[in-house]
């Protein structure tokens, strides 16, 4: 298993290779949509759970890219695309000129076969306001795998601590460095997977 690290590490590496010129977030989607497409077969019905922030913009793209392959995908963005941080706009903006368009709420009819949690990632640091956890409550009362990037909303990045009740995944996919709080979060990250994109973390954790 590769070593772990705190939220504030893994930051400044994504600052480090954005600072570079690297453009972090279609990686981070290309990634989670070859994931999810080697495990569904053909057409099927994915939702992309999309936050306000650059979780949701890696959902984004994600989305952007199996609906390339030919699946069904639907976006749910329950805060709109108004506050979305530029990169997360972009990747709206590339969801929207394939095509895609975005619900606000999810509708009864709504069964998937699975679901990309991209609400909040590591960035979350309170508990669940009451409609994100009505909303993760609905999700975890399907049958539906889930895949989460980077860390299952609800759950605290550093510490694992549940912050509410977190969506249940089959699967986490961190990007660039694994959160060391997914060690202790083991019932709600289901198996642990990781994609670099190619970003060197700068030296190990003292708690790795």
């Known amino acids: 298993m590769s070593s772990s ?21 279609p990686l ?10 080697q495990r569904i077969g053909p057409c099927s019905v994915v939702l992309a759970l999309a ?17 390339e392959l030919g699946h069904d995908v639907r976006v749910l963005l329950p805060a709109g695309a108004q506050c979305l941080p530029p990169d997360a706009a972009r990747a709206y903006a590339g ?8 619900l606000s709420t999810l509708t009864p ?3 998937p076969d699975l679901v990309i949690d991209g609400l909040f990632g590591i960035g979350l640091n309170r508990p669940l306001g009451p409609d994100w956890q009505a909303l993760v409550d609905a999700v975890n009362g399907w049958n539906a795998p889930v895949l989460a990037l ?24 961190s990007f660039i460095g694994r959160a060391r709080g997914l060690a202790l979060a083991a019932q709600a990250a289901g198996e642990l997977h990781l994609d670099t994109l190619g970003v060197v973390m700068p030296g190990e954790d003292d708690d790795a």
């Open 51 to 67: 936050g306000p922030g650059n979780n949701g913009g890696d959902a984004l793209e994600a989305a952007t890219r199996l609906r």
């Open 28 to 37: 981070a989607g290309a990634a989670a949509a070859r994931f999810v497409a």
């Open 5 to 25: 690290h705190s939220v504030a590490r893994i930051r400044a590496a994504e600052r480090q290779a954005l600072a570079e010129g690297r453009r972090l977030m």
């Open 95 to 102: 969801w929207v000129a394939a095509g895609g368009i975005a």
């Open 150 to 173: 980077d860390v299952p909303s609800g759950i605290d990045a550093d510490t694992g601590v549940a912050l509410g009740r977190p969506i249940r995944a089959r699967w986490t996919l």
């Open 109 to 111: 009819d709504l069964l």
